[in-house]
């Protein structure tokens, strides 16, 4: 079973899938259908730089793994601050 999520992880599908979330993000952030700080665009971005990370790490680049970590712990930053926000408002 580990193996089978490692050899998951290795394929480019991760890497496709991470891209795509990340790109879909954007591009409704950019026709104002997503806001850049609301909810659903930072799930995306998480999830997405989330997975492009992992495969980073397993490929051994080091300078995109850097990038799609610090992208990742920007948009759950994001999300916990709007959590924060409704818990307390």
């Known amino acids: 079973m580990i193996d089978a999520i490692v050899d ?4 480019e599908l991760v890497a496709y ?7 879909s993000a954007f591009f409704m952030e950019t ?3 997503l806001h850049s700080k609301a909810a ?3 799930g ?9 990370a992992v495969r980073a790490y ?3 680049e080091w300078a995109f793994f850097i990038l799609e970590v610090a992208w990742f712990a920007a948009a759950v930053v ?3 601050t709007l959590d924060s926000k409704l818990s307390d408002g």
Do not use: C, E, F, K
Not at 8 to 11: E, F, R, Y
Not at 44 to 52: C, H, N, T, V
């Open 44 to 52: 995306l971005m998480a999830i997405g730089s989330g997975l492009l």
């Open 58 to 60: 397993l490929i051994d």
């Open 17 to 23: 899938a991470g891209m795509l979330l990340i790109l």
């Open 78 to 80: 994001g999300l916990w």
């Open 40 to 42: 659903p665009y930072l």
């Open 31 to 33: 026709r104002d259908i």
């Open 8 to 11: 998951l992880a290795h394929s």
